[in-house]
């Protein structure tokens, strides 16, 4: 029998590093029983539905952080908590109790109709199918599924105004407005967002009915970061496997990421298999620094996947121009003609001011401030930062993987101009 192209990398797994399911304690999807430094937010959360359990409908949530913070984990930890709570409860009282979590993430189902097909199916699975009805009509069923109290989390809330503000608007009006038009049950809304101006494309009607209780979530720091992979060592590897120098070579470098757990988390696991396919018997710092150089590219293209449609098209703009910086006014001003080509909506400039900042802060472009001389104040400049690899920036523009931030009639345009600019080596 010839050689399987899976020889190489299958590890026999009594020789493993890691314990079994250990790659999964790593992942970013897992939730543990325990979650350090997030105690207090859990807790204030936890405080906020707890009078649904007494028939009360609790206030809308909002909640804001970077990305790796801990927002999701701490809102699906309290899922799971009250899911547990009421368990114990009807075992208890020999009787249901009407009270249900339900989590919906947007960044999947980032259209009207998906979300409100969402929440329906986790009321009464299959009700709604994946395509074909009106918005009308995914509406009045989900009304008529909604019994008791029931808490949606809608994660990557802010994906939901990256392709029309005015429908993002409209269903979270529908949705917060659910519980004046039925009576057999309510629903409130815990929204979670990376981006701590999405708000700002709110119509004011619709920010007053969301804007109940709201928090921020810091970054971790060094220390907070070590102890999170600590815990998670001690449950992915076996003893002594992975050394402490790695663990804080880690948390350092996800401190340095804005205090990115996720990012540290996988740094950690690919030191792990880069140590495994080498058949080493312990996690080393070496190790560590090549998972560092891998991840450093694949960090840069899923950094801008994750991008909202209009901060890739300013990322487009200034890749047309790769060699010019701009000030604010000319990057809208390209920003503009941009989306005249393409034959889409723009953005007011104050709104691609705070974008442009977002960008600058996430280390993909370079605005820099820059004074005008005496009494003719200071201009900000901006181009692209020239360390990060403009192959890396294009694939992350046009390769959503999945995450479908672009319609595909712009994608296909910002490909043709891409083309016509000879811009297309990487295309």
Request: hydrophobic share 40%.
């Amino acid at each position: 029998m010839g050689k399987n192209i899976f020889d190489s990398y299958i590890v026999d797994k009594s020789k493993s590093l890691y314990k079994d399911n250990g790659r999964n304690v790593l992942s970013s999807d897992y939730l543990p029983d325990h979650l350090p430094h997030r105690g207090k937010q859990a807790a204030q959360l936890a405080q906020i539905l707890a009078p649904s359990f007494n028939g009360s409908t609790p206030l809308n949530v909002l909640i804001y952080g970077k990305t790796g913070t801990g927002k999701t984990a701490v809102a699906c930890y309290v899922q799971r908590e009250l899911a547990k709570k009421k368990k114990a409860l009807e075992m208890g009282l020999g009787e249901s109790v009407p009270v249900d979590c339900h989590y919906i993430n947007c960044l999947i189902n980032n259209s009207p109709y998906g979300v409100m097909a969402g929440i329906a199916n986790e009321l009464e699975p299959g009700s709604v199918p994946d395509t074909g009805w009106s918005i009308e009509k995914v509406f009045r069923k989900l009304k008529e599924n909604i019994e008791g109290i029931n808490i949606v989390i809608l994660d990557e809330i802010d994906k939901l105004f990256s392709k029309n503000i005015g429908q993002g608007n409209q269903l979270l009006y529908s949705l917060t407005n659910i519980n004046s038009e039925i009576e057999k049950g309510k629903i409130s809304l815990i929204g979670i967002s990376n981006d701590t101006t999405y708000t700002l494309n709110l119509e004011q009607k619709v920010l007053g009915r969301i804007r109940g209780e709201q928090f921020v979530f810091r970054s971790y720091d060094a220390t907070q970061l070590r102890d999170i992979l600590t815990e998670r060592v001690e449950s992915a590897f076996y003893p002594n496997v992975v050394k402490p120098d790695v663990v804080a070579f880690c948390a350092a470098l996800g401190a340095q990421q804005n205090g990115d757990a996720r990012y540290a988390l996988r740094l950690l696991m690919k030191a792990g298999d880069i140590a495994e396919q080498n058949k080493a018997v312990a996690v080393l710092s070496d190790h560590a620094n090549q998972a560092k150089s891998f991840l450093e590219k694949f960090v840069i293209k899923e950094g801008v996947q994750k991008l909202t449609q209009t901060q890739k098209l300013l990322l487009t703009a200034l890749v047309l121009n790769k060699n010019h910086q701009f000030t604010t006014g000319e990057l809208y001003e390209e920003y503009a003609i941009l989306c005249n080509t393409l034959r889409i909506e723009r953005l007011t400039q104050r709104r691609i001011t705070d974008l442009v900042s977002e960008l600058d802060e996430a280390g993909l472009i370079n605005a820099i401030m820059k004074s005008l001389g005496r009494g003719k104040g200071r201009t900000r400049l901006i181009s692209l930062d020239a360390n990060v690899p403009l192959e890396e920036i294009i694939t992350g523009i046009l390769d959503d993987d999945g995450r479908d931030s672009l319609e595909e009639n712009v994608r296909k345009k910002i490909e043709h101009v891409f083309i016509k600019n000879k811009i297309y080596s990487f295309v």
